[in-house]
């Protein structure tokens, strides 16, 4: 069964470059979930959407910023990036709203030098 | 406010025990979902088990079942005669109202041979 893609698997920037992560939900799906995990950490919620609309929003620095294109991929543009940034960026998605289990990319390792 | 606490950080057990990994959840909404996922060290999260909060019906999967307590906000997740490969981190999560999941902060689980 297909499964969420991520892209890239691992980055590696300089401070106050810029990142971007892609992510390719399963076939279906209408609601994307980006969370940022830190070493030892719960993964974070960031932001979602829901149909291409902005629909729930977390604890995202203003220096990121997501959206939902029309075939439902979601981007994540990241910039002036700090070394506090480096993380695991994982992308979800599911089908409806509320009953259903968000299903979660392999992750994009964000490593800033 | 909506909030899931794990309060187990680390468990160690030997192969073949069986282990239960606590999960308290607080939130005011009627309808709300639970989930269990697991992250092995490969850093993936994957999806366990959802369980919505009008159905109290406890399960058994294989080595794995669920007790979910409306009564005392817990939903605790037991694997029984444990084996190396459950060597992960464990999260609980919920969902209520929003377009996100809430995570609780983990409990490692280190079955050791």
């Known amino acids: 069964a297909a499964g969420v893609i991520q892209s890239p698997r691992h980055l590696i920037k300089e401070k106050r470059e810029t990142a971007t992560l892609k992510c390719y939900p399963i076939p279906r799906h209408d609601t994307v979930y980006w969370y940022q995990q830190g070493p030892g950490q719960d993964p974070q919620f960031l932001i979602s959407?829901?149909?291409?609309?902005?629909?729930d929003k977390g604890s995202i620095p203003d220096r990121f910023s997501a959206q939902q294109f029309s075939d439902y991929h979601s981007e994540l543009n990241m910039s002036s990036l700090e070394l506090g940034d480096s993380a695991l960026y994982f992308c979800?998605?599911?089908?409806?709203?509320?009953?259903?289990?968000?299903?979660f990319g392999q992750g994009t390792r964000l490593t800033v030098v | 406010a909506q909030k899931v606490t794990q309060a187990q950080t680390e468990i160690s057990v030997v192969e073949k025990e069986d282990v239960t990994l606590d999960c308290v959840y607080e939130t005011r909404d009627t309808t709300y979902y639970l989930f269990w996922y697991k992250q092995p060290p490969s850093g993936e999260l994957v999806f366990l088990i959802r369980r919505n909060s009008f159905d109290e019906q406890n399960e058994i999967s294989g080595r794995y079942s669920w007790n979910f307590q409306k009564s005392t906000s817990s939903f605790n997740f037991t694997i029984t005669a444990s084996q190396v490969v459950d060597s992960a981190v464990y999260f609980c999560a919920l969902r209520s109202g929003t377009y996100k999941y809430i995570f609780g902060t983990g409990t490692r689980l280190k079955v050791l041979a």
């Open positions: 979800a998605s599911s089908s409806g709203t509320g009953a259903t289990e968000a299903f």
């Open positions: 959407f829901y149909e291409k609309m902005q629909s």
